[in-house]
Structure formats: C-alpha cells, structure tokens
T-cell receptor, first 115, second 110 residues
Framework: DAGVTQSPTHLIKTRGQQVTLRCSPK?????VSWYQQALGQGPQFIFQ???????QRGNFPDRFSGHQFPNYSSELNVNALLLGDSALYLC??????????????FGDGTRLSIL | DAKTTQPNSMESNEEEPVHLPCNHS???????IHWYRQLPSQGPEYVIH???SNVNNRMASLAIAEDRKSSTLILHRATLRDAAVYYC???????????FGTGTRLQVFP
C-alpha cells in the first residue's frame, strides 16, 4: 500500500520563475493538504483540496495556487518565485469525514531551492 | 488559531521512558490534541491524538490534564529511532488545518 508520494524530490529554480509540485495521496484518501516548511521551522499550512476545490487556505499570497484532479492527486503551483520561497513543500492526505478527522499522512516533501 | 508551547529540546537515554510536555492554555472545548513527529529528512508522522481522555496506541500514550490546558506525550521505552522533532498540535473541530509550532527536538543516547 503506497503512502503519499511527491515529485520531484528536489528542484532548483531562479527568482521570477514558476514551479509545479505534484502529490499522489495515500490509497483510499480523498483530501490533500499542502504545507511549507522553512529550515528549522515547523510546517505552515498553505491550503487544502477536497472534491477538486480549495476548502481552506492559510496565510499565503495568491502566487500560491493549487489543483486537485478526479483521481484525488494534486498540484501546487507557485508563480513569480522569491528567494523566500526556498523551503521543503509537504503534501498530506487524509480521508474526510465529519467530527474527529482522520490523521494526516505526509509525504517526504519536495525540496525547492531558489537561486 | 489556538497555540501550543513546548520545550525546544529534551534528552533521554535509550530504553528509558520519555515525557514530552505541551501547554495549550487557550484550547477550546472542541479542539483535538494531536502529536506528530518528524524524523530527519522525512515528512511528519502521526503519533497519537485525543480530546479529553488519556489515549494509548502502539507508539505512545497521551495524558491529557483534566482542564485540558496541558498534555504529555509518553514514550514508554525510548529507542534511537525515536530521535525526532515532536510537534504538539491543536486541531480545530471539523477542520483539517494543522497549526505546527517549532516542536521539541528529542535526542536519545545509547
């Protein structure tokens, strides 16, 4: 049973470029959340997708956008890259239901470096 | 968003119990207490969660204070593999948003 998979594992971009990161959720999961983790910090919530729509969003600018596909996989897009966007980007999946939400399962992330 | 406070670091010897504290004085009645840990070069891993009662699973135990303003993650016998950053998180009822702090870095010595 494959867990959450993310691609690519590492990526180097320059300022002003655009990047797309990909995530496949754990089998049976239908909800995907994205987090940004700067060096030495805890992950910060970017947004969450369920039923192909953005359901919740953290304090991130519109340069950060996403998409969820019918097979529940997801993409994170970042436009006009800044040096400060250098971070580990984590994808987490879960099975959505009301009340006591199921734990989130994280991938090992994509390390994005901006030059 | 409700916040949690944890010590920056803790140390333990292998095979000894470890008690990782967390303060969450602004917790609301419906917030769940979640613990995740992050091993080096990996994504966070779910450990345990609870609402009011103490909880046990194969990885750890969670002791929740009666007023719910604090909790303690208990690793009964630390192993070298338990060396990680442990995050105590309040998860708002009916949402999936996890608010991470800076966590506690646990070192385990042989």
């Amino acid at each position: 049973d494959a867990g959450v998979t993310q691609s690519p594992t590492h990526l180097i971009k320059t300022r002003g470029q655009q990047v797309t990161l990909r995530c496949s959720p754990k089998s049976g999961h239908d909800t995907v959340s994205w987090y940004q983790q700067a060096l030495g910090q805890g992950p910060q919530f970017i947004f969450q997708y369920y039923e192909e729509e953005e359901r919740q969003r953290g304090n991130f600018p519109d340069r950060f956008s996403g998409h969820q596909f019918p097979n529940y996989s997801s993409e994170l897009n970042v436009n006009a890259l800044l040096l400060g966007d250098s971070a580990l980007y984590l994808c987490a999946s879960s099975y959505r239901r009301t009340g006591d939400r199921q734990p989130q399962h994280f991938g090992d992330g994509t390390r994005l470096s901006i030059l | 968003d409700a916040k949690t406070t944890q010590p920056n670091s803790m140390e333990s010897n292998e095979e000894e119990p470890v008690h990782l504290p967390c303060n969450h004085s602004t917790i609301s009645g419906t917030d769940y207490i979640h613990w995740y840990r992050q091993l080096p070069s990996q994504g966070p891993e779910y450990v345990i969660h609870g609402l009011t009662s103490n909880v046990n699973n194969r990885m750890a135990s969670l002791a929740i204070a009666e007023d719910r303003k604090s909790s303690t993650l208990i690793l009964h016998r630390a192993t070298l593999r338990d060396a990680a950053v442990y995050y105590c998180i309040l998860r708002v009822y009916n949402t999936d948003k996890l608010i991470f702090g800076t966590g506690t870095r646990l070192q385990v010595f042989p």
